[in-house]
């Protein structure tokens, strides 16, 4: 009995020493990961900083910053919604302007002559015509007169 007892001490100690070995290497593994998770969480945080700079810059155009519009990049700005006023008659099939059967308003040419002829307008007229004749443009304000102080 002491040989079989012996024999299942044997197997435990070799059991234990095998376990060791196992937590040794485990516990190196773990080093490891733990060293590499430091390095993917700083490589992450980069990438986290460079996606939000990217994101600012690309909701940047001509309407919110003072880029011109040629440095524009993608396309066709978005479609402004339509104002109210204008989308009412437009749903009903009409455009804007004077409708079609509508009397119209505008200003008649007069055959009435007036005092500058049969025109409504009157003919060009040089600068001499136009503007009166200036006070200090006379020979009397040609020199300025001295003053003298005290």
């Given at each position: 009995m002491a040989s079989g007892g012996e024999?299942?001490?044997?197997?435990?100690?070799?059991?234990n020493d095998r376990l060791h070995g196992e937590v040794d290497r485990l516990t190196g593994e773990v080093a490891r990961l733990a060293g590499e998770n430091v390095e993917l969480r700083s490589e992450i945080d980069s990438f986290a900083r460079k996606i939000a700079a990217l994101e600012k810059r690309l909701g940047k155009?001509?309407?919110?910053?003072?880029?011109?519009?040629s440095s524009d990049l993608f396309g066709r700005k978005k479609d402004k919604p339509e104002n109210a006023n204008r989308a009412a008659p437009r749903a009903l099939g009409r455009n804007p302007?004077?409708?079609?059967?509508?009397?119209?308003?505008?200003?008649?040419?007069?055959?009435i002559p007036t005092k500058y002829g049969s025109t409504r307008h009157p003919p060009a007229a040089t600068v001499e015509q136009t503007w009166p004749t200036l006070p200090w443009s006379e020979p009397r304000f040609a020199r300025s007169p001295t003053f003298r102080c005290r």
């Open positions: 024999q299942g001490d044997n197997e435990v100690v070799a059991e155009n001509s309407e919110n910053s003072s880029l011109p519009p302007g004077k409708q079609p059967g509508a009397e119209g308003k505008h200003l008649a040419t007069s055959t």
